[in-house]
């Protein structure tokens, strides 16, 4: 056997991955899966952003660009930030990335040294940990609960932090558990970190994802005074439905964002020629498409989250943004099927694949055990099948 990297035997491999592969893998056997897996819009990438990348495919741009993304690009970038989001930055304080996830991954390589830790708030999306892993940094983990609304106490913040803590990370609207996090949250976050000097990242991917009013905010929106150490980083694969396309960016302190591109130029060099131009049409053009898919999105999410509520056992959160909702189900661990243990969400998961034919993520893996993770990104009919089955299977366990 090769030996490999010491630094790997602390990755581990994506849940959400490796359950669609066992998903694909029965589909293929010809079983009639279904699933709340998806971590992607069920929707097209909108005409006119195709149209733009078969016009730069026709015009030739098809070379290598600048590494950290081409000047028309970040423009848009730094224009889109100024008018949506209220915060200033200079073309060179941005970096466009393959998908928000290299942005991310960029951030820890250029920021961490071994021992240095980040701060992460459970539930959390599950490569936050193991990318802070790959650059030698250490997660640290504070928990939150459905009961306050997933919104962190300030101070474990207070006591989470130490001389080697380098960055805390936000992600709200969130991945998995849909929430929103108030304005006054995020104000305790900033109250808590003040007398530190890590930095902010906020995690803005679900950003027009939201089935609340009031419009999106971030932390460097409600504490000004951290924007200087704030990162922003988003993306297209969520708001415009272009997951495979494959682009996203960050955006915050000059030397952090040239430690990033540092990373990108001996590693990836630039995202894609073409999808750089599809991604100026997405920044620039019609929003349109984006309202009819937001307003089918919170038409699902309440008929996905009623549809739980109705089953003995599930409780379920209203999701405020993102696609999913992150049901508890709590009661149900303990019980048992056919003779087996339901001994977390993780065997409650497999059971339901396994003889009920429903992908759905535990929550285990998001730090978050005792709950599932259901994607709304599929259809309306599918959904309602979906519930059907995980109401058998819970009317099955004794
Ligand atoms: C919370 C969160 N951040 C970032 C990403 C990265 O998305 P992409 O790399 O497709 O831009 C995802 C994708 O699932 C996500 O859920």
Redesign the pocket.
Known sequence: MTQLAKRLKAVKPSP?LSLNAKAKALAAKGADVLSFAA??PDFDTPTHIKDAAKAALDAGFTKYTATGGIPELKAAIVDKLKKENQLTFTPEQVVV????????YNLFQALLSPGDEVIILAP??V??LDMVRLADGEPVVIETSVENGWEPDPAAIRKALSPRTRAIII?SP???SGAVLSRAALAGIADAIKGSDCLVVT?D??ERLLYVPGGFYNIANVAPELAPRTVV??????AYA??GW???YAAGPKDVIAGMQMVQDQSTSNANSITQKAAVAALTGPQAPLDAMVAEFTKRAAMMTDGLNRIPGVKCRKPEG?FYCFPDVGALIGRSYKGTAVTGSVKLSEILLDEFLLAAVPGEPFGAEGFLRFSFATSPQIIEKGLDRFAKLVAALS
């Open positions: 959400t971590g992607e990335t393959v998908g928000g996830k290299q942005a991310l959390y999306w490569s936050y992600n969130s991945n998995p995690d991917i679900y980083v988003n993306g297209f694969s969520k272009m997951t494959r682009l996203g993102a």
